[in-house]
């Protein structure tokens, strides 16, 4: 009877205890199954591609993998195994021996335990990766040459199967280097932590930290996916114990409005002009003056996207962050403003002091000692005086609100980071000569992307469109997900007044204008130079250094194209300064390239004909039908 | 006594012998069935795994080679091959096309368009000056 109760009462303890494990700290051992069992792979999204107009890859991403190491693998054999291994991911013997030799720490229990993961940061493409499984596959150590018991015969498979891993990944790639760095943009790798159920799992991704890589940043990253499952004990998955998988959601695609082959020409003719010139930097921006496309955007010195280096001064994208007083190519500004206000024609005349002013006792200049001028003249010869004079007829307050309305002191809201805005001081600030040297652009600081923008306006029939770089975003299968427009734009001057700006702009590139050399022989262009000098703090200007620039477009009447070429701090010792001389031919150079590629039809009558008749051997150059 | 013992003794223990062998049959089967079927799982599973790999390794290959062919097909890339080999590949001048009028519209082709073009390219002209030459 005793015995009964006994065992009844060492029954009913026993069921207390299942009880207590499995009721009341079921959370507990779950936990700590969970975290024996339950594994949890991440599933990096590829980054969406960065294209061209025409589809060519401007950046793009590789899959690779990237190595880990498990020292408590390697035991004593590390350093045979990294001798093999270094050489083929990139790394000194030593440096790799280093990461790869076992610590002992102290785990959460307080027992020691040998490391277990080392992150060697390598992105292996597929063929290295087979190398290193090859080879360590294939690595025999002396001691294997005995007779081995099972526990080591395990140690040398685990060794060879399981001490290097690799992990799925991406390595963002720019295969034209270079090319369109500043718009493109870079990516730099971020570490953070993902924490699921039971898991915690340190991730490195991808973030853009500049160019359209940083600004389109949440649409090129795409979703991480996931699995939560089980491994076993040789860490293989148990699949009919998986939980969730979710598969990752690439980024999307961005086609950009950049035309690789024109960027190229672009970017080509610049570095020349780097060498000829030694100019500080240079920039250079073509645009669609319809659509407000831009088509190229250069920046030099730049830098290579893939090697990023140390110097992130070479990141600066200056066709959007650089402020420059503009000098001549602004008057055009001034002149379409007032052509616009009905204050003058294109045949109404100024008397340019034969070249030498003084307004309210401080001096101004022109190239030449001109007297009465038209105001086509004065875009024609680059006049100063008589654009200060025409500027005086418009008046501080109109003055300022075209300026404005043209885009200047406000970004253009391209969509690149950084963009600044320029100074434009509103007129309660200005001098009493402010009004006399806006209109030959000094006292107003201007960026590349608000000049170039600002005469496509006045080749768009006075119509202001905002820049677009960005064309659409694809899904990884190339369906458009996004169109992207500028709209219909707003007007700033009349369609009058912008054709009589264009028919001044067209005397510039001629023998008696300013930049002859911009001159194409199959297209009219219209066009205005520019040279300033650069303001040295308030200590006046800098003695032998120049802005020069031209800013073009071209058919002049039915513009495709328009051309910004700016060379910041062009020494005159080098032997050109003016626009007319050092950036009207690069813009001559780069509208024939372009205009070859993108077959602009041809606006100068006879150019078939001349073509016919200069061929040698009088047969009929070939015909080739644009769509 | 024992006789009437002996006859009932056996009656009765066929009977229960027969569904103890009928119960552990079925105990048994089902438990090497759903060991089977455990194993089957698992092994299906296996092969899932090694689908899902090979299907991985495809598009990974797929990807790369992707990458590659666009590589190739770089503007840059055909440009210098075609410098490289010495083709004698020019871009043709302005002056060299003709614009036809666009049969549909009764009118010129458009001309001001982002649509991509391909880019063409022209062949030197045998016995003469190069087709590249500005016309004048």
């Not at chain 1, 992207?484 to 702009?505: E, N, Y």
Request: glycine share 8%; net charge positive; with cysteine.
């Amino acid at each position: 009877m005793l015995f009964t109760v006994l065992l009844g009462l060492g029954f009913l303890g026993l069921a207390g205890v299942l009880v207590h494990i499995h009721v009341r700290c079921h959370e507990h051992y779950k936990e700590v199954a969970d975290q024996h069992t339950l594994r949890m792979f991440l599933r990096e999204p590829r980054r969406g591609e960065i294209l061209d107009v025409q589809g060519h890859p401007l950046a793009t991403s590789f899959p690779v993998k990237r190595l880990f190491a498990d020292p408590s693998l390697l035991g004593p054999y590390y350093a045979e195994v990294a001798r093999a291994v270094a050489p083929l991911v990139d790394y000194q013997e030593g440096e790799l021996i280093q990461k790869l030799r076992p610590t002992l720490r102290t785990n959460a229990n307080g027992r020691l335990v040998t490391n277990s993961f080392v992150n060697l940061r390598r992105k292996l493409d597929a063929d290295q990766w087979q190398q290193v499984t090859q080879t360590l596959a294939s690595l025999r150590f002396p001691i294997e040459s005995a007779r081995l018991k099972r526990s080591q015969r395990d140690f040398f498979t685990n060794l060879r199967q399981q001490s290097f891993y690799g992990v799925d990944d991406y390595r963002r790639e720019y295969p034209s280097g270079k090319l369109a760095a500043h718009v493109l943009g870079c990516t730099q790798e971020k570490e953070s932590e993902v924490a699921g159920r039971a898991v915690t799992t340190t991730v490195t991704e991808l973030k853009g930290i500049d160019g359209i890589e940083n600004w389109l940043d949440p649409k090129l990253r795409g979703v991480r996916g996931w699995v939560l499952t089980e491994t076993d004990r040789r860490k293989r998955e148990v699949v009919m114990h998986r939980g969730q998988s979710i598969d990752p959601r690439p980024g999307l695609n961005v086609v950009l409005t950049i035309d690789m082959v024109v960027q190229n020409i672009l970017e080509t003719e610049l570095a020349e002009a780097m060498k000829t010139y030694a100019p500080e930097s240079a920039v250079g921006i073509i645009t669609r003056p319809r659509t407000g496309e831009i088509v190229a955007l250069a920046v030099l010195p730049n830098y290579d996207p893939n090697n990023l280096g140390t110097n992130t001064a070479l990141r600066r994208n200056r066709a959007i962050t650089d402020r420059i007083e503009p000098g001549s190519t602004f008057k055009i500004v001034v002149v379409a403003s007032a052509l616009h206000e009905k204050l003058v024609t294109l045949d109404d005349h100024f008397f340019c002091e034969n070249g030498h002013w003084m307004y309210l006792g401080r001096p101004l200049r022109d190239h030449g000692s001109y007297g009465d001028m038209s105001v086509l003249a004065i875009i024609t010869k680059s006049s100063n005086i008589g654009a200060a004079k025409i500027g005086l007829q418009l008046g501080e307050e109109k003055l300022y609100q075209y300026v404005r309305a043209f885009g200047f002191g406000q970004p253009t809201g391209i969509t690149l980071p950084g963009e600044v805005g320029g100074l434009l001081p509103s007129p309660k600030l200005w001098d009493r000569i402010t009004i006399t040297r806006i209109p030959m652009g000094h006292s107003v600081d201007v960026t590349p992307i608000q000049m170039v923008m600002a005469m496509s306006a006045i080749a768009n029939d006075g119509i202001m469109m905002k820049p677009l770089l960005v064309k659409s975003l694809q899904d990884a299968d190339g369906k458009t997900v996004t169109q992207f427009s500028t709209g219909p734009g707003t007007r700033i001057i009349s369609s009058q007044a912008a054709k009589d700006t264009v028919t001044a702009l067209k005397t510039v590139p001629t023998r008696e204008g300013t930049a002859i050399k911009a001159a194409l022989d199959f297209y009219t262009v219209a066009g205005k130079t520019g040279t300033a000098q650069i303001p040295d703090g308030n200590r006046g200007y800098l003695d032998g250094v120049y802005v020069s620039s031209f800013c073009g477009f071209f058919p002049a009447d039915n513009p495709e194209l328009c051309l910004y070429i700016m060379l910041n701090k062009v020494d005159r010792a080098k032997g050109g300064y003016y626009g007319g001389q050092v950036a009207a031919p690069i813009f001559k150079r780069v509208a024939e390239q372009a205009a070859q590629h993108l077959k602009i039809r041809p606006d100068k009558e006879g150019s078939y004909q001349d073509a016919l008749a200069t061929s040698t051997n009088g047969t009929t150059p070939p015909l080739v039908r644009t769509p | 006594m024992a006789n009437k013992r002996k006859g009932q003794s056996g009656a009765v223990r066929l009977v229960p012998a027969i569904k103890a062998i009928v119960l552990c049959a079925l105990i048994g089967g089902s438990t090497v069935g759903y060991v089977l079927q455990k194993n089957q799982i698992f092994a299906l599973g296996q092969q899932i795994k090694a689908r899902e790999e090979k299907l991985k390794n495809l598009r990974t290959q797929n990807k790369i080679q992707a990458g590659q062919l666009a590589n190739l097909q770089l503007p840059q890339n055909l440009a210098e091959r075609a410098r490289t080999l010495n083709l004698g590949l020019v871009p043709p001048q302005p002056g060299q096309m003709v614009w036809l009028p666009d049969p549909t519209a009764g009118g010129t082709a458009p001309t001001n368009s982002s649509t991509p073009r391909t880019p063409l390219l022209v062949i030197q002209q045998p016995g003469g000056g190069r087709a590249n030459q500005t016309p004048r």
